[in-house]
């Protein structure tokens, strides 16, 4: 009867131990944001390196992750012609969404590593002053 009793007692701790293991359930992280770039001219702000082009404001959202996981960035809500970069701490593209001028929403979904540093870039080619953007980062 004690080996019983022992045996029982001891898968009751492992399952105690491995449960909740088992059980973790990813996290999501969201931002929400609405970029306001004006239509590129002598007031916008202009950087070349930025959208990859001379004529194109922009905006700069920077997030750091908290784990390894999945970014899923999408912008909609815009007139006009925008596009999406995703860069990372050394400004290098990573990621990008550079639909035509008939496209509606950008998206960019891409893996990362857990602690990096990473900018969201909104570029206005030749739209509407505003353009509404959701960050979700799904880790463990």
Same mark, same amino acid.
């Given at each position: 009867?004690?080996? =019983? =009793?022992t045996l029982?007692?001891?898968?009751? #701790?492992?399952?105690a131990?491995v449960a909740?293991a088992?059980?973790? !359930? !990813?996290?999501? &992280?969201?931002?929400?944001?609405?970029?306001?770039?004006?239509?590129?001219?002598?007031?916008a702000?202009?950087?070349?390196?930025?959208?990859? &082009?001379? $004529?194109?404001?922009?905006?700069?959202?920077?997030?750091?992750?908290?784990? !390894?996981?999945i970014?899923?960035?999408?912008?909609?809500?815009?007139?006009?012609?925008?596009?999406?970069?995703?860069?990372?701490?050394?400004? $290098?593209?990573?990621?990008? @969404?550079?639909?035509? =001028?008939?496209?509606?929403?950008?998206?960019?979904?891409?893996?990362l590593?857990?602690?990096e540093?990473?900018?969201?870039? @909104?570029? $206005?080619?030749?739209g509407?002053?505003?353009a509404? #953007?959701?960050?979700?980062?799904?880790?463990?």
């Amino acid at each position: 009867m004690r080996k =019983v =009793v022992t045996l029982i007692t001891a898968i009751g #701790l492992l399952v105690a131990l491995v449960a909740p293991a088992a059980a973790q !359930k !990813k996290k999501t &992280v969201e931002e929400e944001w609405t970029a306001t770039a004006p239509v590129p001219g002598p007031a916008a702000q202009v950087d070349p390196s930025t959208c990859g &082009v001379e $004529n194109a404001s922009y905006v700069v959202h920077p997030f750091s992750t908290p784990g !390894k996981g999945i970014l899923d960035v999408t912008m909609d809500q815009f007139q006009g012609d925008w596009d999406l970069y995703v860069k990372d701490a050394d400004g $290098n593209v990573i990621g990008s @969404s550079t639909g035509f =001028v008939e496209a509606t929403v950008e998206r960019v979904v891409i893996p990362l590593g857990a602690k990096e540093d990473i900018q969201v870039h @909104s570029c $206005n080619f030749v739209g509407g002053p505003t353009a509404h #953007l959701l960050l979700k980062y799904t880790y463990k």
